[in-house]
Every structure is written in C-alpha cells, then in structure tokens.
Nanobody
Framework: QVQLVESGGGLVQAGDSLRLSCAAS????????MGWIRQASGKDRELVAR????????FYADSVKGRFTASRDNAKSTVYLQMNSLKPEDTAVYFC????????????????WGQGTQVTVSS
C-alpha cells in the first residue's frame, strides 16, 4: 500500500521560510516522479514543482521560480519543498504526489496523493 505523508506546514509571516517534507512508503521511490501540488481556497489546483526520480530534472511554476526549491533523498524515500520569501498568495493546502509518469504529475493526475498540509502566510 502506497502512502505519502506530508509534514512541515504551518502559519508564517510574509517573507518567512518553510520546508515541507513528504515521506513515501510502499513504492520503489527512486522510480517515481514526485510533485508538489497546491490548492488555495476557491481556486484550481496548481503544480508548484516536480522532480524526477534521480532528482536531476526539476520543474517550477513561474509563480514560485527563484523562491521554492524541490529536492529528494532517495535513501530516505523523502521529497522536500523548501519555500523561501513566502507571500500571502502562497497560502494553500500543499499536496505531495507521485507517479511513474512525469506527464501524469504535470497534468495533475498522479497515481498517488498525500493527505495535504496547510500553509498559511499572513501579510
């Protein structure tokens, strides 16, 4: 049974940093493209970042480029999202996602989802 468990969310002020973690189990982690997808209240889901199985290929939404960094530790079956210079518009539930297909992650149709972690940025 595949499980993705996010942690690290919380309430911060604009300009602060947070690091989200997603611990995976039940899958061959290094084979999976991992993504971070967020959904703000009343808005559509948005792919924030995507990282390949080896960690060598990453994608970032324009809205977070230069502020967020996705990385992974395959030995720990964990993917991270370092979020710096947070803005109120980054407020959302952040989901960890996994798929053997990068395309499925990119199209917001991954095979597996975490339960989500709330990030709230106050102004």
């Amino acid at each position: 049974q595949v499980q993705l468990v996010e942690s690290g969310g919380g309430l911060v002020q604009a300009g602060d940093s947070l690091r989200l973690s997603c611990a995976a189990s039940g899958l061959t982690f290094s084979s999976y493209t991992m993504g971070w997808i967020r959904q703000a209240s009343g808005k559509d889901r948005e792919l924030v970042a995507r990282v390949s199985g080896s960690g060598s290929i990453t994608f970032y939404a324009d809205s977070v480029k230069g502020r967020f960094t996705a990385s992974r530790d395959n030995a720990k079956s964990t993917v991270y999202l370092q979020m710096n210079s947070l803005k109120p518009e980054d407020t959302a539930v952040y989901f960890c996602a996994a798929s053997l297909s990068p395309t499925l992650v990119h199209s917001l149709k991954p095979n597996y989802w975490g339960q989500g972690t709330q990030v709230t940025v106050s102004s």
